[in-house]
């Protein structure tokens, strides 16, 4: 069974308590720790910025699309790129970077992986570049290793994904979408080319950069022999455009967004022991709809965990995937999978149960538009950019400090001051005021639970005091 649970507004726990009559108050209702996001900004002046990667505390490397990565320094951009790549991309507004992410040991050999549409042809190139031994603010343009690329010819343009990245086991993994251009209205990949496993498109390949030349092939891929006709390197069939997805680096559960034709957007779990090849549908099936009726009856595919309309409900749509939080400083946003939509700018936070159940909240409040990456700092906190807005946020939720406020002075219940969390109570907060604080509320607030210390007072106009 699926539930969704929505943030809503919890009754005021202290509202005008003049009008009651009394001056007493309970601990009342209290949501579930149910993460309530908030966005605060790194920095903005980013050009289109498409995938961001921590590199270390407060450092961050992020890709655009006129071919540039750059270097973020506790909130600071970098004058220098990182990495220019403008002479080698096809299309500066496009078609430039789609992808970045680091080697699990960049601190020591400084490896950046790319993905990016090479001019001319606008082929897929997959490849390696490395810091410079003399500057780590920067990378170095010649030290390009190509692992391999995968044309795109169609002129109008096709389903790439962008995403690379790697696994809980070491090893590199890289989708592509299925080269369709996937027009409104339009048959979506209608030669079948994800569900081909001797093609390219719509898949998830696996590769092994810490063996062989240029690499190697892990010898438990699916095709691992080279003798029998299916490309190696391929590890997952059946998508139309993957753009973002993450492994839970706590769990190595595998996470996938892909996003829809004019049907339907899909999110796909798969579980860290799921075995190879598994086949996610598309374009037999757009989310759990048959689509396509020329593919082969009985084939297994793997289902999506949820899915939601697009472009035929009325209302624009483009999943982006995100991660599941594994930081330190919000202990609400522990193990809840955050993503959102692209076009709609909305934000979900989503809890999984061992039974495929899960929980889900959509974020109510105001959030950035066009949320295109979400990206994992070093410490497993998570970041979003905004590709409108060039702009790079931590996701935040209202918790911040200590989980009981307590009050350290005296002063009003809205000033940051009077609490030792440097913050105003909210719904989700445990509050203590400490014998000898006197505290003034006049308006109304609330809280999850409150302890009162002190001696309460009425005042004039409607106010309290403890
Ligand atoms: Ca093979
Ligand atoms: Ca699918």
Known sequence: MLYTTHVHSPRPLITRLAYLGICLLLAGESLAQTPQLQLALVTTGLIRPTDVAGIGPGEFLVGQTDGKIRLIRQGTILTTPFLDLTDLISDPTYEGIFGITIHPDYTSNGFIYVHYARKNDRSSVFARFTRKSTNPDQADLTSQLIYFTVPYTNPLGGHRS????????????????????????????????????????????????????????????????????????????????????????????????????????????????????????????????????????????????????????????????????????????????????????????????????????????????????????TDGELYVLSFNEGALYQIITQFVGPQTIASIQSGNWLSPATWNCQCVPGTSDEVTISTGHTILVDQSVSVKKLVLGGKLSCLDGGRVSF
């Open 162 to 377: 962008g995403r690379i990245g790697f696994g809980p086991d070491g090893y590199l993994y890289m989708t592509t979408g299925d080269s369709s251009p996937g027009a409104r209205d339009s048959i979506g990949d209608p030669d079948r080319l994800a569900q081909d496993i001797y093609g390219p498109y719509g898949k998830l390949f696996r590769i092994d950069v810490n063996q062989g030349s240029p690499y190697a092939i892990p010898p438990d891929n699916p095709y691992a022999d080279p003798n029998d006709g299916v490309p190696d390197e391929l590890y997952a069939l059946g998508m139309r455009n993957p753009w973002r997805w993450s492994f839970d680096r706590q769990t190595g559960d595998f996470w996938m967004a892909d996003v829809g034709q004019d049907g339907w957007e899909e999110l796909n779990f798969t579980a860290a022991n799921a075995p190879a090849l598994q086949n996610y549908g598309w374009p037999c099936f757009e989310g759990n709809h048959p689509y396509n009726p020329c593919c082969t009856p009985g084939t297994a595919f793997h289902m999506p965990l949820l899915e939601y309309e697009g472009y035929s409900s009325g209302i624009r749509a483009s999943i982006t995937g995100g991660f599941v939080y594994r930081g330190n400083t919000y202990p609400d946003l522990k193990g809840w999978y955050v993503y959102g939509d692209f076009e709609r700018g909305t934000y979900w936070t989503l809890k999984r149960a061992a039974d495929n159940t899960y929980q889900q909240i959509q974020q109510s409040i105001a959030l950035i538009t066009s949320p295109v990456s979400f990206g994992e700092g």
